[in-house]
């Protein structure tokens, strides 16, 4: 079977940048993709690009928000530069770094016990796609997370079991 997606990248050092996870209400249930990738004149050898990336998501149970970040390598095996945007969006290394945010939006959503509230499909929704700087494209923002925010609420630890405390204050 041959596979949907192309070998363009090479997805290199993964980094969760941002992490943000609420027991919310939203009216509208939604989940987006979307990434933003560095413009050609970061590297002189044309050989990698930085590529952003967020998942966003919320239903009437949970919002969150995880950003990655991570080193796109040109693998050399198809021409790139003319379709970036193109062959980043059908890229397996988009799609890899779509499970990795997916991973951890699961991973913050069961720290809050509501996991089991978010259906994420295994494969990674139609990305939205921008080149950094390109503020026509800024499709990485997302509004609701700030309506959220005020409806939500965060467990907060009593003093004695906050991390990194050895005693109960008192």
């Known amino acids: 079977m041959k596979s949907p997606f192309n070998h363009a990248f090479i997805l290199s050092d993964p980094r969760v940048l941002g992490m943000e996870v609420h027991a919310a209400q939203v009216s509208d249930a939604h989940l987006s993709w979307s990434c933003s990738y560095s413009a050609e004149e970061l590297d002189d050898d044309d050989d990698f690009r930085v590529v952003i990336a967020t998942l966003h998501g919320a239903n009437d149970e949970a919002t969150f928000t995880v950003t990655m970040g991570s ?7 198809v021409e790139v530069e003319n379709d970036y945007a193109e062959y980043l969006a059908k890229s397996e290394a ?6 990795l945010c997916r991973l951890q939006a699961r991973a913050a959503l069961g720290m809050l016990e509501l996991e089991r509230l978010f259906e994420m499909p295994t494969k990674a929704p139609q990305p939205k796609i921008a080149e950094m700087g390109d503020e026509d494209h800024a499709e990485h923002e997302h509004e609701d997370l700030d309506e959220g925010r ?21």
């Open 71 to 77: 080193i796109f390598v040109d693998s050399g095996l």
């Open 94 to 99: 988009l799609e890899t770094l779509y499970d």
């Open 150 to 170: 005020a409806a939500s609420t965060q467990p907060k630890l009593p003093p004695a079991e906050a991390p990194g405390t050895d005693h109960p204050t008192g």
